[in-house]
């Protein structure tokens, strides 16, 4: 006899209303990327400058995060920290603090 049966006298009935666990969201990254904590510095087309963190980084593509909110421009240049060199990045997706983007160079 289960415990749950020995508390309450009975066996639970099984839930009607069962849902379906949802399916593990796709996979659309070309390269793993790996963690990381480096200073970024972009550069919209205007000149405007905007520095935020890589929060992991791959050879096609980085998630940065920003402290705060704001719209990044579909295309920008990029440096970031400890890397030489200036990249240009895509947006992929954005939310709120984060955005994924591709490098396009």
């Known amino acids: 006899m289960s415990i749950l049966a020995k508390i309450i006298g009975r066996k639970p009935e099984p839930a009607e209303d069962t849902q379906d666990v949802p399916e593990k969201p796709v996979e659309h990254r070309e390269t793993d990327r790996a963690g990381t904590y480096k200073v970024v510095t972009v550069t919209y087309p205007s000149g405007y400058i905007r520095k935020g963190i890589v929060v992991d980084l791959s050879p096609t ?24 060199g200036v ?5 992929v997706w954005q939310e709120t603090h984060d955005a994924g983007i591709k490098f396009v160079d």
């Open 61 to 84: 593509g980085a998630r940065l995060r920003f402290s705060q909110r704001g719209e990044l421009p579909p295309s920008f240049e990029l440096r970031i920290e400890g890397l030489s």
């Open 87 to 91: 990249r240009r990045g895509d947006v």
